[in-house]
């Protein structure tokens, strides 16, 4: 079936360090989103992507999908403490339902 | 009301007990969806409920039995689980079950099977 591989698996950055999580899928997709689950919390919807090569900025948060629609990636400007967490795209194998990635856990260092 | 209300948050349970995870959501959304995720995993899919039916069983064994009683209640029914079984559960909605929605999703029950 359809995977959806994310890297690196940890991430640990200095506060102000730039991060970037990158997902790559075996098929292509017809949208992907991006979810940030805080420790101990859980998955909070961030964007969804849908277009060829769309880039979507969300304050320090870039987001990119590939011209193939077969990758994507989350770029942060600047990491601050409160940006911790783990990190999840999800793209659709079918009609109904989501693969999440294996998440991208970001520990930050102040 | 954007929230996703999932009770209780924290469960054990024996493996001889039944117990029932609850979900409730008011945001008229129509699809519900249990996933399962453990530790430093990513959500996995269990089920999922459209328009009060059940669309998706990703093969769960029948120790976890989903019911959704109207469209902003969602169960989880659990009997004779298995130490593995433990897990943090997460619930989430969104609006009519297709891959294209965003999904919120519920702060979870964390679940330890002794």
């Known amino acids: 079936g359809q995977q959806v591989m994310q890297i690196p698996q940890y991430q640990h950055v200095q506060e102000g360090e730039d991060f970037t999580t990158y997902c790559n899928s075996s098929?292509?997709?017809?949208?992907i989103q991006w979810y940030k689950q805080r420790p101990g919390g859980h998955p909070v919807f961030l964007i969804q992507?849908?277009?060829?090569?769309e880039v979507k900025k969300q304050k320090r948060l870039t987001f990119q999908f590939g011209e193939a629609k077969k990758n994507s990636s989350l770029h942060i400007t600047a990491t601050q403490t409160t940006d911790v967490g783990t990190y999840f795209c999800?793209?659709?194998?079918?009609?109904?339902?989501?693969?999440f990635g294996q998440g991208t856990r970001l520990t930050i260092n102040p | 009301d954007t929230e996703v209300t999932q009770t209780p948050k924290h469960l054990v349970m024996g493996m001889t007990n039944k117990k029932s995870l609850k979900c409730e959501q008011h945001?008229?959304?129509?699809?519900m969806y249990w996933y399962k995720q453990k530790a430093k995993k990513p959500p996995e899919l269990m089920f999922v409920?459209?328009?009060?039916?059940?669309?998706i069983n990703e093969s769960v064994p029948s120790r976890f039995s989903p019911e959704c009683p109207n469209s902003s209640l969602l169960n989880l029914h659990l009997h004779a689980l298995q130490p593995e079984d433990s897990a943090l559960y997460l619930c989430?909605?969104?609006?009519?079950?297709?891959?294209?929605?965003?999904?919120?999703f519920g702060s979870g029950t964390q679940l330890s099977v002794l």
């Open positions: 989430a909605s969104s609006q009519t079950g297709t891959a294209n929605e965003k999904l919120f």
């Open positions: 098929t292509t997709l017809s949208n």
């Open positions: 992507l849908v277009k060829s090569g």
């Open positions: 999800a793209g659709p194998p079918g009609a109904q339902k989501l693969v």
């Open positions: 945001m008229g959304h129509r699809a």
């Open positions: 409920y459209s328009y009060e039916k059940l669309s």
